[in-house]
């Protein structure tokens, strides 16, 4: 029996494809916004470029100063964002008009970070190496 993703749990899938209008999405977000968590929208027609995709996420997520305008540092501070400082507040960031991405040649590696980023937020560990709950 296959169960449906949801995000207010933690576990996979923590990078989930699916249309505006898919009844999912609004009763996934409404649950996650009824539990104190918060929905993020980024406008994918504001990231053509690598460039682009770090101011977005930078502004929108108001990244501190020390972010590094790179891949790994995204990583990083999606990783932060959702760590000790936000209470542990869920999180799911919704990008619309993610379909002007299909052609960009970063999309592949944009993917894998934001699914490193979720992984790295939803496996976090103890310094005993268990799962801190």
Known sequence: MMTRPTLTERRSPWVVFTSPADPWLA???AALVQRN???????GREMQDAASVFRTFARDLSFLGYFGHNWDALVDCLHDWHGPGH????????IE????????????LFVSVLAQAAWNSNLRLDA???SDE
Do not use: M, P, W
């Open 27 to 29: 009763s996934e977000t």
């Open 37 to 43: 968590g918060l929905v993020l929208r980024l406008d």
């Open 87 to 94: 209470g542990n507040q869920g999180l799911a960031i919704l």
């Open 97 to 108: 008009h993610a379909d002007d991405l299909l052609k960009s040649d970063f999309l592949g």
């Open 128 to 130: 005993d190496g268990e």
